[in-house]
């Protein structure tokens, strides 16, 4: 008995049948409409209008410091702890710990504010 790879094809009993039809990718919330009319650009810019001058800044200035703290004190500990580099790697955790402690002040003193 010869091994036929095509015995073990699901595919096989309708070759003309796309196997790919039903796209996993597709959008299952898509109501068919692929243009809308508008590149979204309109409702940023809407939207941001709306927003109060001081809470978009505190909110960018939080958001900058936060992920600024986070990479200097991850990469600075990394550096202290896989290399033995003290001196580079302990400037960058201390500054990246005086970052997150900036972004927490910067939102209690919004917070406070409001």
Known sequence: MVFDPSDDDPFADDPFEDPFADDPLE????????DTGSDG???IEKTLGEIP????LAFIVVGVLVH?????AALGL????????????GGLAA???LAL??????????????
Do not use: C, H, K, S
Not at 28 to 34: K, L, N, Q, S, V
Not at 68 to 72: H, K, M, N, S, Y
Not at 101 to 114: D, E, H, L, P, S
């Open 27 to 34: 959008d299952p919330f898509a109501d068919g409409r692929t």
């Open 78 to 89: 990394m550096l202290v702890g896989f290399r033995g580099q003290w001196l580079i790697g």
């Open 68 to 72: 600024a703290g986070l990479f200097a």
């Open 53 to 56: 001058r001081a809470t978009l």
């Open 101 to 114: 402690f900036g972004a927490i002040v910067q939102y209690r003193r919004f917070r406070r504010a409001q």
């Open 41 to 43: 650009a309109d409702d």
């Open 95 to 97: 500054g990246g710990f």
